[in-house]
């Protein structure tokens, strides 16, 4: 009987040491997970870009683009709130870039239709010049 003792004596401190060991790894890789802070500048970012974008009228001169920044947004905001940090990071940061690209296509729509206007503006010019420079030329009258 004492054979049988001396093995299992001789094991169990390896499958202690094993036991130990995937405890240990799995602690880490549950704090390893879970220690990543929240993203909160990200967001705050993205939020303010999103902001921006919707003040440069990017909601009517660049719907599409908005409504993509707005979606992601809100999801990075829903992973936030579950505690997935890293989603709500890579969501955060891809609503900042589709916000900016909002705002930019915005403003290119703008400056686009005050060139439009400025066009039209100097066409009406040109023509009424062209009309006056066919005008005969008058002189006083031979009254005097």
Same mark, same amino acid.
């Given at each position: 009987?004492?054979? $049988? ?5 001789? $094991? ?7 036991? !130990? /060991?995937? !405890?240990? $790894? ?20 993205? #939020?303010?870009? =999103? ?8 909601? #009517?001169?660049?719907? =599409? +683009? ?19 940090? &890293? #989603? ?8 900042? !870039? ?12 703008? !400056?686009?239709?005050?060139? +439009?206007?400025?066009?039209?503006? =100097? +066409?009406?010019?040109? /023509?009424?010049? #062209?009309? +006056?420079?066919?005008?005969?030329? /008058?002189?006083?009258? &031979?009254?005097?």
């Amino acid at each position: 009987m004492n054979g $049988i003792c001396d093995v299992d004596l001789k $094991i169990m401190p390896r499958m202690n040491a094993r036991l !130990v /060991t995937s !405890v240990i $790894i799995a602690i880490l890789a549950f704090y390893g997970c879970s220690t990543t802070k929240p993203p909160n500048d990200t967001l705050t970012k993205a #939020e303010l870009g =999103v902001r921006a974008a919707r003040e440069a009228g990017a909601n #009517e001169l660049a719907p =599409v +683009d908005m409504k993509r920044a707005t979606e992601k947004l809100e999801r990075a905001k829903q992973a936030m709130a579950a505690d997935r940090y &890293d #989603e709500a990071r890579r969501l955060a940061e891809s609503a900042q !870039v589709e916000a900016e690209l909002a705002e930019a296509k915005a403003e290119a729509e703008i !400056v686009r239709r005050a060139a +439009d206007d400025l066009q039209r503006r =100097v +066409d009406a010019l040109q /023509t009424e010049a #062209e009309g +006056d420079s066919r005008k005969p030329i /008058t002189t006083r009258s &031979d009254k005097e």
